[in-house]
């Protein structure tokens, strides 16, 4: 069985000669390979303590980098110890996401209330006029 890692423990490695970083749920001891890493030892550094899968992905690795980092694996990520990060979401897809949802969440009394209401101000304004004539 795979060891299983908290996401604390990946958390006590962050120096150079001690250093692990979580990729895709798996743990690598990568303290070794810091001089060789192509890209620089400052942007492993930079990626511990947290989830590093998008900041690895967004690097667009070679098959040769992903089949290397095979032998730097120490383990699985306890899943239930990593706390979950809210992705940002720009104020401009906030809205387009909302208006879809406000469509379908809308509840049925909402509609109802803009025919009632300008039957009632109707109903009112004719009750005025009623008075006004009997008196
Ligand atoms: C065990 C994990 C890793 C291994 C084995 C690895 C390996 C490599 C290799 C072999 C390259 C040369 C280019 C290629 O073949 O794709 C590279 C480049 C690079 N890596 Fe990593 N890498 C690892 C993790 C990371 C992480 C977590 C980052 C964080 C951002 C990173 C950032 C970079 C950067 C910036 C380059 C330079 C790209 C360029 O100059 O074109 N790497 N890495």
Partial sequence: MANLISFHDV????????CWILIHG?????????DEHPGGDNVLLAVTGKDASTDFEDVNHSDDAK????KYCIGDVDQSTVPV???????????EKS???????????NKL???L????????????RFYNNNK
Avoid: R
């Avoid at 089949?67 to 095979?70: L, R």
């Fill in 26 to 34: 798996k743990v690598y001891d990568i303290s070794t390979f810091m």
């Fill in 11 to 18: 958390c006590k490695h962050k120096c150079k000669n001690d």
């Fill in 67 to 70: 089949e290397q980092m095979k």
């Fill in 99 to 109: 208006t879809t949802t406000e469509t379908t969440k809308e509840e049925p009394g």
């Fill in 117 to 128: 209401i300008p039957l009632f101000i109707l109903g009112v304004a004719f009750a005025l």
């Fill in 85 to 95: 990060t809210k992705k940002y979401i720009p104020p401009w897809e906030k809205k």
């Fill in 113 to 115: 209330l803009v025919y």
